[in-house]
């Protein structure tokens, strides 16, 4: 049973390395389309290439922060989610980043919608699904909430567990 847990801890670690590889592709090229518009002079046109490359970089930070979270969760903690405090938390890191990341190309999309306007329904869905998330995600924290105070162990476990991951230890 050890070599099988072994192996997902090494499964893991590649996935969370892959996130990562990704995650520095992604910046790479927001970086070098920034770049691009920079040296082209920061013409007023370019303020759609300027928002296409944030919308790149936010979703690379999106790459690198899911591939941090599988490493603190599954390799360093090596944490079985299973008690609320942690799926809050393990959630909530998530759900961080891709509410950011869908609000940026929601905004890259309103960018474009200005161009061709038949990409504003488009737009128009990107934010209302982050609306949705949003609220979604606010109900489950209030839920989960009322969970942890009826399962105080899980949370005092979960916080036991913080100096695995902690800068100051």
Not at 29 to 34: G, L, R
Not at 87 to 110: D, H, N, P
Not at 112 to 120: G, T
Not at 132 to 147: P, T
Request: hydrophobic share 55%; aromatic share 8%; net charge negative.
């Amino acid at each position: 049973m050890k070599f099988v847990h072994w192996l997902y801890i090494l499964a893991h670690s590649l996935i969370a390395l892959l996130f990562g590889l990704a995650a520095l592709c992604l910046i790479w090229m927001a970086v070098t389309k920034a770049w691009a518009v920079i040296a082209a002079g920061l013409q007023p046109e370019a303020t759609l290439h300027v928002v296409e490359a944030l919308g790149i970089l936010a979703s690379g930070v999106v790459a690198l922060q899911i591939s941090q979270t599988v490493i603190e969760e599954e390799v360093v903690r090596d944490a079985h989610i299973s008690g609320p405090t942690r799926v809050r938390r393990f959630l909530s890191r998530f759900m961080v980043v891709l509410v950011v990341a869908l609000a940026i190309e929601g905004l890259v999309a309103t960018f474009k919608a200005q161009e061709q306007p038949e990409k504003l329904l488009y737009s128009a869905a990107l934010v209302i699904a982050v609306g949705m998330l949003m609220v979604g995600w606010g109900v489950f924290v209030h839920l989960n909430r009322s969970a942890e105070e009826l399962e105080p162990e899980a949370m005092e476990e979960a916080k036991s567990e913080d100096h695995k991951v902690s800068s100051d230890h």
